[in-house]
């Protein structure tokens, strides 16, 4: 019997829904229905019960076109390659009218039976907050279509994101809204938060987000993005992440803020006014202001205990908040200087920084209170959780100390890159989805580097070079997320046309449905490499390519800013930058000697293309050395 259960308290949906059984062999039915850039299919899918029961799910899907105006070359029932379209399933018991919630589905796309293409993927995205760029990292996912000396690089920079007012814009924080669709970057000095859409890498707007906006903090299980405001008044500022709207600003008084949140109240520190004021977050209406100890700074919630925690600065205390009374039920002596407050996953135990002691405190949550005083690197700054162990990213050493909440005895410092970060923000190091991995900035060395458990204690294992530095990081996972019960949603980009099977499945329910890709031909440039994919060592090569227009078919002449960018990828990776020469007939040339023999990679660069519309397409060449 696989039962899937999940609790909606906003939707008061907790009924459970049970399938089991073999189920028979899957049925493929397509409804047409004339609309244009709005497919919707639906499915019948019959379980049997194991000879003592029945079932029947139905799943409707719709694949919807968000970007464009394509009607001239659209037909029903199909997709834009290259243009950004949101899928939705949504599932039903068709014998009890329930909806069928609390699954981890996945989806698959066959361009034909034989092959499938999983559009599930990580990107990481490395913000440079001096130069206000933001990098975009594509881990190519279940579908990486390189060849296969090639896969090893790993990650790589397929995109730089240039936000406003960059480059004198000092960017502050950057976080991923909860289905990582979009990105949200604070602008502290324009008085807005830029939302970036995470599938087509641009910024879709900037919207107002109170005064001087600065840290953000993503409530649990909600729409809402929560943003610190340093500015006049001092407070919050509330984004409604669907519509990527400011739901409303709270004035909670100066200084600085951090927010933690319990099932019913946001809770925000004020660090001039000596307190924490109370929001609900039914109806985002402020509550009171609990007065604590000297300057609060940190802030966090234990799931485990019901308790809020405050680091206060100039004290040296920790104030513990019971979230059910609102009531301050003890002062934790600690020491003066402490800031950062961070609990793990779970709940049972907490990390404080003091980064001018050089130590992390280890609390209890069961007891509230210290059980252990572990040494850091030099001025720790941040941390983050990978399975058992907290990992503090310190600021004056390059190295990340690792501690073991099962066992706060087992500490040790691992080294992370060349250099020390000399800058650590909250968003120094994350953790990927699945908890297994964290991945750790290093600005003085224009690396990220990647960290997992290895023969029991946390290692780096690799690293990826970016291109601008790296001051914080944000993980996004494009995968089917369920967004309200019983409704599964993706957000897709198609990069080839034709006829694709669409193939849901999770657990005992499997449904298939059709789409078409048809070419987009109103927007964008397509590049034709004219040149032979194999080449010797020990001469001059010549690389050409011809550029068109998708909408006119036009070539596409004069182009002044061209550069072919030729890439030996791999351990001490190998880069060539060169200067195109226009022949004619949309035509471009340039000069290459391959150094040794090997796999590259050939791409093209053009600020000119880039703003009107042009995406990077890669070729892969093999260079030989030459017979004598």
Same mark, same amino acid.
């Not at 600690?334 to 907490?350: A, H, N, Q, T, V």
């Given at each position: 019997? &696989?039962? #899937?259960?999940?609790?909606?308290?906003?939707?008061?949906? +907790? !009924?459970? *829904?049970?399938?089991?059984?073999?189920?028979?062999?899957?049925?493929?039915?397509?409804?047409? @229905?004339?609309i244009i850039a709005l497919a919707i299919l639906s499915a019948l899918i019959f379980i049997n019960g194991r000879g003592t029961s029945s079932g029947e799910i139905a799943v409707e899907f719709t694949a919807q076109l968000l970007e464009g105006d394509n009607s001239s070359t659209q037909g029903e029932n199909t997709l834009v390659a290259r243009k950004e379209a949101l899928l939705? =399933? $949504?599932?039903?018991?068709?014998?009890?009218?329930?909806? &069928?919630?609390?699954?981890?589905?996945? *989806?698959?796309?066959?361009?034909?039976?034989? &092959? +499938? @293409?999983?559009?599930?993927?990580? /990107?990481?995205?490395?913000?440079?907050? +001096?130069?206000?760029? @933001?990098?975009?990292?594509?881990?190519? #996912?279940?579908?990486?279509?390189?060849?296969? !000396?090639?896969k090893g690089m790993g990650t790589m920079t397929s995109k730089v994101i240039r936000l406003k007012g960059s480059p004198n814009q000092k960017v502050t924080d950057m976080v991923a809204g909860r289905y990582g669709d979009y990105l949200y970057i604070t602008l502290p000095g324009e008085n /807005?938060?830029? @939302?970036?859409?995470?599938?087509?890498? +641009?910024?879709?707007?900037?919207?107002?987000?109170?005064?001087?906006?600065? $840290?953000? =903090?993503? /409530?649990?299980r909600s729409k809402f993005l929560w943003v610190s405001n340093e500015g006049f008044g001092g407070g919050v500022g509330i984004i409604d992440t669907v519509n990527n709207t400011l739901a409303k600003t709270i004035e909670t008084g100066k200084g600085y803020h951090q927010v933690a949140f319990s099932p019913e109240f946001a809770y925000v520190t004020n660090s001039y006014y000596n307190t924490v004021s109370v929001i609900r977050l039914s109806d985002l209406a402020k509550l009171e202001d609990i007065k604590v100890r000297e300057t609060p700074y940190g802030i966090d919630y234990s799931n485990a205990s019901g308790e809020v925690y405050v680091t206060n600065v100039l004290s040296g205390t920790v104030t513990v908040i019971d979230a059910s009374t609102r009531s301050i039920k003890k002062h934790i002596p600690? !020491?003066?200087? *402490?800031?950062? *407050?961070?609990?793990?996953?779970? #709940?049972?135990? #907490?990390v404080v920084l003091d980064k001018h002691a050089n130590t992390a405190y280890i609390i209890d949550a069961a007891t509230s209170s210290i059980i252990k005083t572990v040494k850091t690197g030099e001025a720790p700054g941040a941390v983050g959780f990978i399975e058992e162990y907290a990992l503090v990213r310190n600021t004056y050493s390059n190295d990340v100390t690792y501690i073991s909440m099962d066992n706060p005895d087992v500490s040790n410092n691992e080294l992370v890159g060349g250099a020390p970060p000399l800058n650590v923000t909250l968003r120094s190091l994350q953790t990927t989805p699945y908890g297994d991995e964290v991945v750790i900035t290093s600005p003085e060395d224009t690396r990220i580097y990647f960290m997992h458990k290895m023969n029991g204690e946390p290692m780096v294992m690799n690293s990826a070079t970016v291109e601008y530095g790296s001051n914080a990081v944000a993980i996004v996972e494009n995968k089917l997320h369920e967004t309200s019960p019983g409704t599964y949603q993706q957000y897709i980009i198609l990069d080839r046309e034709g006829s694709y099977d669409v193939e849901f499945r999770s657990g005992k329910i499997n449904a298939t449905f059709k789409i078409e890709v048809l070419p987009d031909r109103t927007t964008g440039f397509q590049t034709a490499a004219l040149f032979n994919k194999t080449f010797i060592t020990g001469g001059t090569s010549t690389l050409q390519y011809r550029i068109t227009s998708r909408k006119t078919g036009l070539s596409e002449e004069n182009l002044t800013d061209l550069i072919f960018v030729v890439i030996k990828p791999g351990k001490g990776a190998w880069t060539k930058r060169l200067p195109s020469r226009h022949i004619g007939n949309g035509t471009y040339e340039a000069k290459i000697a391959f150094p040794e023999e090997g796999e590259y990679i050939v791409t093209l660069a053009s600020g000119t293309l880039s703003s009107r519309g042009y995406e990077t397409a890669y070729d892969y060449v093999k260079v030989k050395n030459a017979t004598t």
């Open positions: 019997m &696989v039962t #899937g259960q999940r609790k909606y308290k906003d939707n008061k949906v +907790e !009924s459970k *829904i049970a399938v089991g059984g073999k189920r028979k062999q899957r049925i493929k039915l397509s409804i047409v @229905i004339p939705t =399933f $949504r599932l039903k018991d068709n014998k009890t009218g329930q909806l &069928v919630y609390g699954l981890s589905p996945e *989806i698959g796309f066959y361009p034909d039976e034989n &092959v +499938e @293409i999983s559009l599930a993927k990580v /990107q990481l995205f490395v913000l440079n907050s +001096e130069r206000g760029t @933001i990098e975009v990292l594509d881990t190519f #996912g279940g579908y990486d279509p390189r060849p296969a !000396s090639v /807005q938060v830029a @939302i970036v859409n995470t599938m087509t890498h +641009e910024v879709l707007k900037y919207i107002d987000a109170g005064s001087m906006p600065s $840290r953000m =903090f993503l /409530q649990p600690l !020491s003066m200087g *402490i800031e950062l *407050i961070k609990f793990s996953p779970d #709940g049972r135990r #907490g």
